[in-house]
């Protein structure tokens, strides 16, 4: 069954590092999304993204945060100056365009990441 | 975007069927129910979804009433490995905006 991939599984980092997180959605898959879990809270909408721009952001995707598609395979998510409260779990997910019915989210299985 | 409401947490023994309902009084007449389930650590995983009556595959079945205002996932002879979070979303066919709410936690006992 055909996966979204994500790296690093797990990232420790100062406060104030740049940290980027990378993501492949499935290969026929058009629409890309980034959502975050802090540690026992719900999953949390950041950024959906198609045709290599932001479709649509939450308040949450302030300009410590950027995504782009650079390769064409690859889907990162870039935060600057990462602050404590960045600590979480980030999910990369996409969507196979056209399914009938409502659209369904493939999720991989995260990047976990540690402020300190 | 219409609004669900779920039970917060449910307990179940090993072995009996489990009903989680959700509700969405203001879902639109293009909406599609969706059901997603998180194991710790791991992201949402899509189990199920339904417009009206009865969906049911290998995992999971959706029931749907007349009136569409709510919806129940039955889970049939759950096993340990069956604890985790479930989300209930409901989403218009083609929207992009899918957003989740808190979950049901569905803790399994032995």
């Known amino acids: 069954e055909p996966e979204v991939t994500q790296t690093p599984s797990h990232q420790v980092t100062q406060m104030g590092q740049e940290v980027i997180l990378r993501c492949v959605p499935i290969?026929?898959?058009?629409?890309f999304y980034w959502y975050r879990q802090i540690l026992g809270q719900k999953v949390e909408f950041l950024v959906s993204?198609?045709?290599?721009?932001?479709?649509?952001k939450s308040e949450i995707f302030d300009d410590q945060f950027s995504v782009e598609r650079p390769d064409g395979s690859n889907f990162t998510l870039k935060i600057r100056s990462t602050k404590l409260e960045d600590s979480a779990m980030y999910f990369c997910?996409?969507?196979?365009?056209?399914?009938?019915?409502?659209?369904?989210?493939?999720f991989g299985a995260g990047s976990r990441l540690t402020v300190l | 975007l219409a609004k669900t409401t779920q039970p917060i947490s449910m307990d179940s023994y090993e072995g009996q069927e489990v009903n989680i309902t959700c509700s969405h009084n203001?879902?639109?007449?293009?909406?599609?129910i969706t059901w997603y389930q998180q194991f710790p650590s791991q992201g949402p995983r899509f189990i199920i979804q339904g417009y009206k009556t009865k969906v049911t595959n290998e995992v999971a079945s959706l029931f749907i009433p007349a009136d569409r205002k709510s919806s129940t996932l039955s889970l049939p002879r759950v096993s340990l490995s069956d604890t985790a979070v479930y989300y209930c979303l409901v989403t218009g066919a083609g929207s992009y905006q899918l957003t989740f709410g808190k979950g049901t936690k569905l803790s399994v006992i032995p």
């Open positions: 997910a996409s969507i196979q365009i056209g399914y009938s019915g409502a659209n369904v989210l493939t």
């Open positions: 203001n879902i639109a007449t293009n909406d599609y």
């Open positions: 290969s026929n898959h058009l629409y």
């Open positions: 993204f198609y045709n290599n721009e932001i479709s649509e």
